[in-house]
T-cell receptor
Framework: DTGVSQNPRHKITKRGQNVTFRCDPI?????LYWYRQTLGQGPEFLTY????????KSRLLSDRFSAERPKGSFSTLEIQRTEQGDSAMYLC???????????????????FGPGTRLTVL | AQTVTQSQPEMSVQEAETVTLSCTYD???????LFWYKQPPSRQMILVIR????KQQNATENRFSVNFQKAAKSFSLKISDSQLGDTAMYFC????????????WGAGTKLIIKP
């Protein structure tokens, strides 16, 4: 267990519905990443937060996707009007702050949550 | 743009054997990090080993070691004395220090350890 939690673990929805996922990073880790992993592939970067600021978004993040990190703590990823192509595992990663280490963890290493598997019917 | 290539979609070896997973990458950067992550079936992504590009010495973590060839842009993972619990997808990942430390991933190698 890395200390990063994600909820729900599984979500099945019908095409056109909205879904929201949550990630709780390791406490005091001010950086947070979202990745998407489709079946049989490696993860792809979606977006990056430092504290509450969303500093980078991938072109994969269409206007149906929105991510927030209020108060720099947990983060949510919402997908509106889901499509079958959105079916994937959504991963959250929480590295220690830059400049040094935290509890033995190196700031360059991302620690992943268990993911949320989304199935769009 | 950086790319990561894992040319072995699937490998299988007998328990206790040694296996090497290959990874090549492409970048114009001189300072970066490389990682191997393990993803067991239905379980979360776990860090196996990391390598700083500025270090010539190959990283080692118990039964896991890497062969880092910076000029060739090659980063292979060797698993010695393989165990049944090593069965998993293994992903090679490149970390760009110029792009907010995001990870760029290979497609993965499915490793099966047979009893």
């Amino acid at each position: 267990d890395t200390g990063v939690s994600q909820n729900p673990r599984h979500k099945i929805t019908k095409r056109g519905q909205n879904v929201t996922f949550r990630c709780d990073p390791i406490s005091e880790h001010n950086r947070l990443y979202w990745y998407r992993q489709t079946l049989g592939q490696g993860p792809e970067f979606l977006t990056y937060f430092q504290n509450e600021a969303q500093l980078e978004k991938s072109r994969l993040l269409s206007d149906r996707f929105s991510a927030e990190r209020p108060k720099g703590s947990f983060s949510t990823l919402e997908i509106q009007r889901t499509e079958q192509g959105d079916s994937a595992m959504y991963l959250c990663a929480s590295p220690p702050p830059l400049l040094g280490t935290s509890g033995g963890m190196s700031s360059d290493t991302q620690y992943f949550g268990p993911g949320t598997r989304l199935t769009v019917l | 743009a950086q790319t990561v290539t894992q040319s072995q979609p699937e490998m299988s070896v007998q328990e206790a054997e040694t296996v090497t997973l290959s990874c090549t990458y492409d970048t114009s950067e001189s300072n970066y990090y490389l990682f191997w992550y393990k993803q067991p079936p239905s379980r979360q992504m776990i860090l196996v080993i990391r390598q700083e590009a500025y270090k010539q010495q190959n990283a080692t973590e118990n039964r896991f070691s890497v062969n880092f060839q910076k000029a060739a842009k090659s980063f292979s993972l060797k698993i010695s004395d393989s165990q049944l619990g090593d069965t998993a997808m293994y992903f090679c990942a490149f970390m760009s220090l110029d792009s907010n430390y995001q990870l760029i991933w290979g497609a993965g190698t499915k490793l099966i350890i047979k009893p």
